[in-house]
T-cell receptor
């Protein structure tokens, strides 16, 4: 099974509303989670890095007040897109990195990144 | 992380071997070569990684040149489901300050 899950897998929202995306690590503790964004036919671009219990570090050009990241536990991080606009429509992918050990998916290397399946956001 | 260069696209006939090249001429001695792929509308999937020796797993083989400045990912018998964007990344593994950075990748199209 998947090591990292995301919810929802797709969402459509109206302009001006906020959307929350959840990222969960299954059977392992994610000390660090990453949020990427991918526009059509482009590569993944890192938005921010979050460590459990501390504030996220945002990449240059990413508005921290618009993309709120919370990493309150070792298995859950959330990305909230506030006051979404059509230009925020994108594919959002989380990735988790944590301690090694055995999980359902097999042996996990310490420090390696595991990706979620992504969330397709469409803002109308 | 060292930068990598990959061809933007490649075609491969179904059942044939797909050989995807990657140049990483500025790779450091402690950096590994990683390969991921991304099937349309899915998250990236880990394929394989290596330091200097050739590696093989159930998905693919990785051939790294002796000077480590380039590598080739080999899918021995490509299927239609292998159509995806393949990313070559060099990085120091298990480095807490080192996240995966994606370049343009190679869009592999497997044709019947």
């Amino acid at each position: 099974g998947a090591v990292v899950s995301q919810h929802p897998s797709w969402v459509i929202c109206k302009s001006g509303t906020s959307v929350k995306i959840e990222c969960r690590s299954l059977d392992f503790q994610a000390t660090t989670m990453f949020w990427y964004r991918q526009f059509p036919k482009q590569s993944l671009m890192l938005m921010a890095t979050s460590n459990e219990g501390s504030k996220a570090t945002y990449e240059q050009g990413v508005e921290k007040d618009k993309f709120l990241i919370n990493h309150a536990s070792l298995t859950l991080s959330t990305l909230t897109v506030t006051s979404a606009h059509p230009e925020d429509s994108s594919f959002y992918i989380c990735s988790a990195r944590g301690l090694g050990g055995y999980a359902l998916a097999g042996y996990l290397q310490t420090g390696e990144q595991y990706f979620g399946p992504g969330t397709r956001l469409t803002v109308t | 992380d060292a930068k990598t260069t990959q061809p933007p696209s490649m075609d491969c006939a179904e059942g044939r071997a797909a050989n995807l090249p990657c140049n990483h001429s500025t790779i450091s001695g402690n950096e590994y070569v990683y390969w991921y792929r991304q099937i349309h509308s899915q998250g990236p999937q880990y394929i394989i990684h290596g330091l200097k020796n050739n590696e093989t797993n159930e998905m693919a083989s990785l051939i790294i040149t002796e000077d480590r400045k380039s590598s080739t990912l080999i899918l021995p018998h490509a299927t239609l489901r292998d159509t995806a964007v393949y990313y070559c990344i060099v990085r120091v593994p298990n480095n807490a300050g080192n996240m995966l950075t994606f370049g343009g990748g190679t869009r592999l199209m497997v044709k019947p």
